[in-house]
Nanobody, 127 residues
């Protein structure tokens, strides 16, 4: 069982930066693939970025490539999402998600593949 708590959301002007954090409970954090998803009003939840257990493999949605960076520290049970050059279309509730995987270098991209979710943190980018 993993409990996830996000923090770091807020209101920022276009072009600004935010850093989201997700703290996980439990002693087996390194067994979990971690991801960030987002959901804007009236839209489906979509993946933003994912990172493998061994930190070697990452995935980014095309819409955030070059602007966002996902990272994790398995010793601190924490995953981050550094968001730079934010745009109004990045406005959404951002969720941290975890799934236990056997592959140390793989990742998952679909919401229904994840077993654990945080409560979400609002990110609002004004124009």
């Amino acid at each position: 069982q993993v409990q996830l708590v996000e923090s770091g959301g807020g209101l920022v002007q276009a072009g600004g930066s935010l850093r989201l954090s997700c703290a996980a409970s439990g002693r087996t954090f390194s067994s979990y693939t971690m991801s960030w998803f987002r959901q804007a009003p009236g839209k489906e939840r979509e993946i933003v970025a994912a990172i493998s257990r061994n930190i070697i493999t990452t995935y980014y949605a095309d819409s955030v490539k070059g602007r966002f960076t996902i990272s994790r520290d398995n010793a601190k049970n924490t995953v981050w999402l550094q968001m730079n050059s934010l745009k109004p279309e990045d406005t959404a509730v951002y969720y941290c998600a975890a799934v236990r995987t056997w592959s140390s270098s793989g990742y998952r991209r679909e919401p229904n593949e994840y077993d654990y979710w945080g409560q979400g943190t609002q990110v609002t980018v004004s124009s």
